[in-house]
C-alpha cells in the first residue's frame, strides 16, 4: 500500500495563482516526520520543510505555506501568487521513527506556471 | 562550498556491461543513500549506508552493487543482472541516518542503456 499519496499528477496554473498541492500519509507510527522536496528541471531535489507529528503548526515562509492536519492524515503545500519559477514536480515523503532511515516518497506532482 | 556531487551527469551504457555511478559528500554526513527515479513513480529506494564499510539493502537492490570505504564517498555499480537500468539515479546524505534526518540531493545522473 502507498505510504504517501499525491493525487495530483500534473497541474497547470497561470502566474500569480495561489495553488495547493495535495498529500496525504498513512502510518501506525504515533512518531514520524513529513518532507516536501522540490525538483526542478535540472533534477536536483531541493529540500524545503520538515515537519514532526507532535507539530501541527502551519508554517509559512515567503510564498509558500503548509498545512498539517493529522486528523486527515494530511500535510498540503500552497503556493500563493505562482512564478514561472515554481514550475518543477514535488515531492511529499514521509519517515517513521520506528522504521529509522526509510524515506517514503509520493509519486510527484508536476507543476507549470503558464507566464 | 559543501554539498553532493554526482558523475557523469548523463551515461550511456551498451546493455551487458557493468557501470559505476559516482557519489560524493564533503558534508561530514554518516548516512549516504542511492535513489531510483522513474517516471510517475517517484523515488525508490536501493541502497543505503550509516557508517564506513557496511550499507544495507533498500526496496530495490537486485542488479545493483556499493561499497562505502570512505565517508565521503558511496559509489553505486549498475551491474547486467539489472534487466531495466535505464534511470535517473539519486544519491543523497544525511547527518546520521536516523528518522529525524533530512536527506540532502545531489544532482543525480541520467543513465540510459542502448
Known amino acids: 500500500a502507498q505510504k504517501v499519496t499525491q493525487a495530483q499528477t500534473e497541474i497547470s496554473v497561470v502566474e500569480k495563482e495561489d495553488v495547493t498541492l495535495d498529500c496525504v500519509y498513512e502510518?501506525?507510527?504515533?512518531?514520524?516526520?513529513l518532507f516536501w522536496y522540490k525538483q526542478p528541471p535540472s533534477g536536483e531535489l531541493v529540500f524545503l520543510i520538515r515537519?514532526?507529528?507532535?507539530?501541527?503548526q502551519n508554517e509559512i515562509s515567503g510564498r509558500y505555506s503548509w498545512n498539517f492536519q493529522k486528523s486527515t492524515s494530511s500535510f498540503n503545500f500552497t503556493i500563493t501568487a505562482s512564478q514561472v519559477v515554481d514550475s518543477a514536480v514535488y515531492f511529499c515523503?514521509?519517515?517513521?521513527?520506528?522504521?529509522?532511515?526509510?524515506?517514503?516518497f509520493g509519486t510527484g506532482t508536476s507543476l507549470t506556471v503558464i507566464p | 562550498d559543501g554539498g553532493i556531487t554526482q558523475s557523469p551527469k548523463y551515461l550511456f551504457r551498451k546493455e551487458g556491461q557493468n557501470v559505476t555511478l559516482s557519489c560524493e559528500q564533503n558534508?561530514?554526513?554518516?548516512?549516504m543513500y542511492w535513489y531510483r527515479q522513474d517516471p510517475g513513480q517517484g523515488l525508490r529506494l536501493i541502497y543505503y549506508?550509516?557508517?564506513?564499510?557496511?550499507?544495507q539493502k533498500g526496496d530495490i537492490a537486485e542488479g545493483y552493487s556499493v561499497s562505502r570505504e570512505k565517508k565521503e564517498s558511496f559509489p553505486l555499480t549498475v551491474t547486467s543482472a539489472q534487466k531495466n537500468p535505464t534511470a535517473f539515479y539519486l544519491c543523497?546524505?544525511?547527518?546520521?541516518?536516523?528518522?529525524?534526518?533530512?536527506?540532502?540531493f545531489g544532482p543525480g545522473t541520467r543513465l540510459t542503456v542502448l
Open positions: 515537519r514532526n507529528s507532535f507539530d501541527e
Open positions: 543523497a546524505s544525511s547527518i546520521v541516518g536516523g528518522p529525524t534526518d533530512t536527506q540532502y
Open positions: 502510518t501506525r507510527d504515533t512518531t514520524y516526520y
Open positions: 515523503a514521509l519517515s517513521e521513527a520506528n522504521t529509522g532511515n526509510q524515506f517514503y
Open positions: 558534508l561530514n554526513h554518516d548516512a
Open positions: 549506508s550509516q557508517i564506513v564499510n557496511d550499507f
